[in-house]
């Protein structure tokens, strides 16, 4: 939403979009660390162990891998892009974003199909 309303020069809704779509990515961290740190409370490790094999486990993987890489690069770049967004320094905060949001889409979508592999489709016995 946020891409479409910069694209149509809607700065205001950008802005608050964005703000928006960084706060709950905030939430979703918080509630992640939370949640791994119960996994490790209850089962002694803070990972679920993937139970798929075959091509459903390559595939698993093949998303994962750059998934994870990706994602620890995302608190490195988000902040300085909103920053930048915020203090309207269009054209660094332009250059920057076009780096940031393919990432973010790329973390944000492969962690939904990541999940449903792994509680969903291929759920540990």
Same mark, same amino acid.
């Given at each position: 939403?946020?891409?479409?309303?910069?694209?149509?020069?809607?700065?205001?809704?950008?802005?608050?979009?964005m703000i928006a779509a960084f706060v709950l990515s905030m939430l979703f961290l918080v509630g992640y660390v939370l949640h791994k740190v119960n996994l490790h409370a209850v089962t002694g490790s803070y990972n679920t162990v993937f139970s798929g094999t075959g091509?459903?486990?390559?595939?698993? %993987?093949?998303? /994962?891998?750059?998934? &994870?890489?990706?994602?620890?690069? !995302?608190?490195?770049? @988000?902040? $300085?892009?909103? %920053?930048?967004? /915020?203090?309207?320094? &269009?054209?660094?905060?332009?250059? !920057?974003?076009?780096? @940031?949001? $393919?990432?973010?889409?790329?973390?944000?979508?492969?962690? &939904?199909?990541?999940?449903?592999? !792994?509680?969903?489709?291929?759920?540990?016995?």
């Open positions: 939403m946020g891409f479409g309303f910069i694209r149509r020069k809607q700065v205001a809704a950008h802005r608050l979009c091509w459903a486990r390559t595939l698993y %993987f093949f998303i /994962l891998i750059p998934h &994870v890489v990706l994602a620890m690069l !995302l608190p490195l770049l @988000t902040p $300085p892009t909103l %920053f930048l967004g /915020l203090k309207m320094n &269009v054209k660094t905060h332009r250059k !920057l974003a076009h780096i @940031t949001l $393919p990432i973010w889409l790329y973390v944000s979508v492969s962690g &939904v199909f990541i999940y449903f592999m !792994l509680y969903h489709w291929y759920p540990a016995v």
